[in-house]
């Protein structure tokens, strides 16, 4: 069902894939892990065109209960200002809701980009330390 991952015990919500947009993947722990961590996956370019489809993905997550969110920036490509924009957007909402929100992407370039952008973002060398953050093992 999730071709392409190489994270242990993962289960896609292909339905949800369905109605996002080719750079947005929805990944769920199995409840082996924890239920309540969702992994947002993002590839290509975050930038206006794509708010919408991660946008409603943050929405469906923090609607559904979850109360750890880890964003996979490992596969962005680039990041424009409207992309900095909803990562600072989604802290926020995250906070309101009480919901944990930890970033991972492998590039150190990224990470430099938006911990310049927005210093209340923290942001992991790898989804396993993001998912460390959150006291659970992947």
Do not use: W
């Not at 909402?93 to 911990?115: F, K, M, P, Y």
């Amino acid at each position: 069902m999730t071709a392409g991952l190489t994270l242990p015990c993962v289960v896609g919500f292909t339905l949800l894939r369905q109605r996002y947009s080719k750079t947005v993947q929805i990944v769920r722990r199995s409840p082996e892990h924890d239920a309540s961590l969702v992994i947002i996956g993002l590839a290509g370019h975050l930038d206006l065109a794509a708010l919408p489809s991660v946008s409603s993905a943050v929405d469906l997550t923090i609607d559904g209960g979850a109360s750890g969110l880890v964003l996979d920036l490992s596969q962005v490509d680039s990041i424009d200002s409207a992309g900095l924009g909803l990562l600072a957007t989604v802290r926020s909402q995250c906070d309101t809701a009480g919901v944990s929100l930890e970033l991972a992407a492998s590039h150190e370039a990224l990470r430099n980009h938006v911990a310049l952008a927005d210093r209340s973002l923290t942001v992991h060398k790898s989804l396993d330390d993001a998912c460390a953050a959150l006291g659970v093992k992947s």
